[in-house]
């Protein structure tokens, strides 16, 4: 059964930072591309950033450009989301998820609030 289970979510001041992380079971976790994605209260679910199969990260938010890195670990089948330099606007639910076979499979979520 596919799981990805996300991890590292927390309350943290501005300029902070923080590491998620995503644990995927279930799955050949090294053949296939991830993803962030966050979604905020009252809006829309937008894509953070995008790796590779092959490790290449892409498709960075271009509010998150230079702040957050999307990095992947194929032996202990994890990706992370590395965010420096946090912002109040970055405040959201941060789900990682994954797509083939026509289907997209979607962890549960950890909340991530910027705040004083």
């Known amino acids: 059964q596919l799981q990805l289970v996300e991890s590292g979510g927390g309350l943290v001041q501005p300029g902070g930072s923080l590491r998620l992380s995503c644990a995927a079971s279930?799955?050949?976790?090294?053949?296939?591309?991830m993803r962030w994605y966050r979604q905020a209260p009252g809006k829309e679910r937008e894509l953070v950033a995008t790796i590779t199969a092959g490790g290449e990260p892409t498709n960075y938010l271009d509010s998150v450009k230079g702040r957050f890195t999307i990095s992947r670990d194929n032996a202990k089948s994890t990706v992370y989301l590395q965010m420096n330099s946090l912002k109040p606007e970055d405040t959201a639910v941060y789900y990682c998820?994954?797509?083939?076979?026509?289907?997209?499979?979607w962890g549960q979520g950890t909340q991530v609030t910027v705040s004083q």
């Open positions: 998820m994954t797509w083939f076979s026509l289907f997209n499979y």
């Open positions: 279930g799955f050949s976790f090294s053949e296939y591309a």
